[in-house]
């Protein structure tokens, strides 16, 4: 559908064009999260009015951003990008191998992120070992950064996505990136490790649209993948594992 030449105005420059490349930033941004007007469903009065058409990032100052995109062109608001300053103390993208990343269910779009418990002052590199899970959510249209409780010495949570979810779901792992856990976002309670050890720097996802968790990990023993680079299919609902494949090259 062709838009109106307000829209087109409003816009700033014509929509891009279905497989055009453009560059909509110049700023240096590393590992952008965006919310999930990325699928193409713009929701202007989600979130409190603040829409959903948003991203996320951690500058090399510890600082996390939130800015807007503009869904016709695919712009940043501001153009680099850093729209609200989030938190103060979050972990680079590289401290850890993963930014900020977005949690949605029935509470709105939220982040969650590893962060310092000590503040830092670069180029002086913090403190690994004061690493912890965060949470940051909006009230009133503002953010509010917290730690979760019971969440220190681990980094990187990845959260479920699914906005019918009462509350998401966290998973994330120990400093040594060998333990993965998962946990009901606020309830540290429900903490329980996923019954396999992973590798540094591994991959592990959600699988979306359920309570399972896709990972790398070492395949189990008395298994032709014992020894072996593995992937697992683990159910958080049932506490199910299943080996689903492994490497045949020997790595380890």
């Given amino acids: 559908m062709a838009l109106s030449p307000s829209a087109v105005l409003a816009a700033g420059r014509l929509p891009t064009l279905p497989g055009a490349e453009v560059q909509v930033t110049s700023a240096r941004i590393i590992d952008s999260e965006f ?4 699928d193409g469903v713009d929701c202007p009065a989600c979130n409190g009015g603040d829409g959903n058409s948003r991203l996320a990032f951690t500058d090399a100052f510890y600082n996390l951003w939130v800015g807007h995109v503009d869904p016709l062109t695919g712009d940043f608001i501001p153009a680099d990008g850093k729209g609200v300053l989030v938190d103060t103390m979050a972990a680079f993208a590289t401290d850890f191998g993963n930014g900020p990343e977005w949690a949605l269910s029935q509470l709105g779009s939220q ?5 310092y418990s000590l503040p830092t002052v670069p180029p002086t590199p913090a403190d690994p070992q004061t690493a912890e899970l965060a949470v940051a959510s909006q009230s009133g249209g503002v953010w509010l950064p917290m730690a979760l409780d019971q969440g220190g010495k ?6 479920t996505q699914d906005a019918d979810d009462p509350v998401p779901l966290v998973q994330y792992q ?5 333990s993965t856990f998962w946990r009901v976002l606020d309830a540290p309670v429900t903490q329980t490790r996923v019954p396999v050890k992973g590798y540094n720097a591994g991959s592990r996802r959600w699988v979306p649209g359920t309570h399972k968790i896709i990972l790398s990990a070492r395949g189990l023993q008395d298994t032709l993948a014992s020894g072996f680079r593995s992937v697992f299919l683990y159910d958080t609902d049932t506490g199910a594992l299943t080996q689903i ?3 045949t090259d020997g790595g380890q």
Avoid: E, I
């Fill in 111 to 115: 982040l969650v992120y590893t962060r």
């Fill in 35 to 38: 919310d999930w007007g990325r």
């Fill in 174 to 178: 120990d400093l040594a990136k060998v």
């Fill in 154 to 159: 681990k980094q990187s949570p990845l959260a």
């Fill in 245 to 247: 494949a492994h490497s």
